[in-house]
């Protein structure tokens, strides 16, 4: 993250800033809600309905600042399988330093860029990596989903359909191809295989 080097933002998202007044006489704590995350924290992995941000800020060495506390959030996305609204809940503890912006070294881990003239903390940065890794990389609806039905799209987990199980085959018959290349690996089998599945 490059230091803000705008002097006012058009529209600034209020949702995660802490003001700083009163902390010279011990830290401030704060618990909020962030609404509409998607809106105030910039990119998120999953469509988020909010955030929840339990948080305490102190002096730290020198002129930085130090932000820790904890977040819970919630979303709902498709299950990758089969595409059912799952509902995904993300927690994590965090750990943020601030310094003035001559002293953030780019790539630095959990350091951020104090903008002291606002007379507040921007905690949007923190918030939004430690969603980005705590977010599940793949949303499923349970461990075990069997997903659809290649052939006619039901949800396997609620019912059976009657679909001859071609898939499988196709798709060992294709890693097959690429590690082996043995001529007439497959054969007959290739003829249903998904087009561009396999680059
Ligand atoms: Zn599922
Ligand atoms: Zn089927």
């Known amino acids: 993250m490059s230091p803000r080097r705008t002097l006012r933002s058009p529209d600034p998202p209020e949702a995660a800033r802490i003001g700083l007044a009163g902390l010279d006489a011990g830290p401030i704590e704060r618990a909020f809600r962030v609404e509409a995350p998607g809106e105030s924290l910039g990119a998120l992995p999953l469509p988020f309905e909010y955030v929840d941000v339990e948080v305490e800020v102190r002096r730290a060495d020198g002129a930085a600042i130090r932000a820790r506390g904890t ?5 709902v996305a498709e299950c990758r399988r089969c595409l059912e609204p ?3 809940r993300v927690r994590a503890s965090w750990d943020a330093l601030y310094r003035p912006p001559g002293r953030v070294t780019p790539g630095e881990e959990g350091v951020w ?15 939004r990596e430690e969603l980005w890794v705590n977010a599940p990389a793949w949303v499923e609806c349970s461990r075990d989903c069997p997903g659809l039905c290649p052939t006619c799209g039901v949800r396997l987990a609620e019912q059976d359909c009657d679909c001859a199980p071609p898939e499988p085959d196709a798709r060992w018959a294709a890693l097959e191809g690429l590690g082996g290349r043995s001529a007439g690996a497959s054969e007959g089998a290739s003829e249903g295989a998904p087009e561009g599945d396999i680059p």
């Open 113 to 127: 860029a104090l903008d002291a003239q606002s007379g507040e903390l921007d905690l949007a940065g923190p918030i």
């Open 71 to 75: 977040l819970g959030a919630r979303a």
């Open 86 to 88: 799952t509902r995904i």
